[in-house]
């Protein structure tokens, strides 16, 4: 692709204009974004760029590894990553809490919060760097100063690291500008196509209180939904989809002994904007394999729903 071709070039020229000898910061979400943003910062400044990946617990079953293995030592490209394993903070500070917006507000907090921490670590920063694309530019009114997309939704821009100016490679570019960029680049297929994933991660899938023993729980449910649906071939045709666990607990049996254990809910929705969807109409041999899988390889879950309502009235995720 020519154009993304030339635009990669560009930007990395002007990037290296921008930036001098500066040093340059970037919360890796391993989102898209991010990634992009973080790839194409790498091309044009090597190591003067640091990104640090927080890996709170509340991420997809492997997903910290494999932010790691792209973008960590043993990866493709010449920058600095810092992982940072702060999961008992999180599951800590989630101790029985179970309102969906305080759980949000929590993780939005501690986010910053352990991020702050580690720039102190990096000392002086000239640059951070966000991941805002062009949608982002246009709904904080057209031609006026730039959004900042926070990381969790609160916040706004962190004025809790010292840097002099914001570097935002992927601003004139639309969400599959960006994935065609990051194949141009050659971030792996896996991320440059991943679905979106909330900041607060699996917390809003977990109705009620997060523990580490639900969110393995909600991990391995959701790590055989999309293994299946893969497999099947139908997640091309999908906006979202995901598994959750419900906190209502239900009467089975298994053998001849009685159960009482928790519900796991599957999602899908086709959508184009994630303002409105639809409960997609997935294949029920599909369906039924998942089920089968989910309550024999998943300890404490007896039972399988689909949810079958559009956005609205209910949302994309469960919180
Ligand atoms: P809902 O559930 O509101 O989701 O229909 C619409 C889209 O937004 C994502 N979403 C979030 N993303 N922080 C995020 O970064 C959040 O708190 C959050 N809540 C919802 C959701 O995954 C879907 O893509």
Redesign the pocket.
Known sequence: DWKMDSFVENSIKAIREKIGAGKVLCALSGGVDSSVAAVILSKAIGKQLTCVFLDHGLLRKDEGDDVESVFGPSGHYDLNFIRVNCQQRFYDKLAGVSDPETK?KIIGEEFIRVFEEEAKKIGTVDFLVQGTIYPDVIESGLGKSAVIKSH??VGGLPDYVDFKEIVEPLRDLFKDEVRKAGLELGIPEKLVFRQ?????GLA?RIIGEVTEAKVKIVQEADFIYREEIAAAGVDKDLG?YFAALTNMRSVGVMGDERTYDYAIALRAVTTTD?MTGEAAHIPWEVLSKVTNRIVNEVPHINRVLYDCTG?PPA???FE
């Open positions: 949000r969790h939704n979106p994933f909330p900041g607060p809003i979202q994630f956005k949302t994309i995720e």
